[in-house]
């Protein structure tokens, strides 16, 4: 077999954390639309090109706020404050510029980029390793012998790269476990609630003794009498958390391997930076 390196970028993480740390940046096209966003989430895709040497690029998306998840749970994410103002316009924006380095835009309504990435990682991953570019620690889950997922740090060029030894060292935990863990706890960025009153570290003390939910719910009798109430007290929410953390790996999208090949064509680069006001980004591409 081909052992190709597939790059699976979370686009809606690199814009959002490229939009931060650029918000002091005024750069604009003629017309007036912002472009700072852009900028640094194009940075940091060339960053992790380069690092990482892929044979193949793809980029997933969310497509609108509201998933399945919203119809399991109707205040999922409903703490989220809106997107910045001077973001808005650069949601489309960014995926024609992603279009035209022929890169695809992947993305369903009704699901969550996580899902998209989760389908196209496990599809993908039959003709080569896999690196998954994200912030989102939900992504773990995702990690296999041939899925990688790659969590930026502070800073660019700062990768924290997870396969199931770093995982297991790093979190102490499996990747199905990750599921479990936010069952137990819940998970406040995503608004749903987990067990009260179970943390992290009684989470991962649960787990390393009975693997998962189910291995704790048929010992419940051995556990601590404080915890078994906690535990019986939110049974419903522990079915609902874990239903909403786990990634949906089979969204009817589709990706072929041909599709995400990576060749940039650096005269057609050119142009389409000039046009956007980006040339300082060529220096970026080999």
Not at 16 to 39: E, K, V
Not at 52 to 72: I, Q, Y
Request: charged letters at 25%; one cysteine or more.
């Amino acid at each position: 077999m081909s052992e190709h390196k597939i790059l699976v970028v979370d686009g809606m993480a690199l814009l959002f954390r490229a939009y931060f740390a650029q918000s002091y940046s005024a750069r604009r096209l003629a017309d007036g639309t912002p472009t700072n966003a852009i900028y640094g989430f194009l940075q940091y895709l060339f960053d992790a090109v380069n690092t990482f040497n892929p044979t193949h690029v793809l980029c997933c998306w969310d497509m609108g706020s509201k998933t399945f998840r919203n119809e399991l749970h109707a205040d999922y994410k409903a703490n989220r404050p809106e997107a910045p103002e001077d973001l808005v316009p650069q949601f489309s924006l960014v995926k024609d510029i992603v279009a035209a380095l022929d890169i695809p835009n992947i993305g369903l309504e009704g699901y969550e980029a996580d899902d998209c990435i989760g389908t196209v990682s496990n599809r993908l991953s039959g003709f080569g390793h896999v690196y998954v570019l994200t912030g989102d620690q939900d992504m773990l889950q995702l990690v296999s012998e041939r899925i990688h997922v790659v969590i930026m740090k502070k800073g660019r060029s700062n990768y924290a790269v997870y396969d199931l030894d770093f995982l297991k060292e790093d979190k102490g935990i499996q990747p199905f476990q990750v599921v479990e863990m936010k069952g137990l706890t819940g998970d406040t960025s995503d608004n749903y609630p987990g067990v009260k009153g179970i943390g992290e570290k009684t989470a991962l003390k649960l787990l390393a003794e009975y693997k998962s939910i189910d291995g704790i719910l048929d010992n419940l009798e051995h556990l601590p009498k404080s915890v078994k109430a906690k535990i019986e007290a939110d049974l419903d929410n522990l079915h609902l958390s874990r239903t909403l953390a786990r990634i949906n790996i089979e969204v009817p999208i589709e990706c072929s391997l041909e599709e995400c090949l990576w060749t940039v064509n650096p005269d057609a680069a050119a142009d389409l930076f000039e046009k956007y006001r980006f040339t300082s980004l060529l220096k970026m591409i080999g």
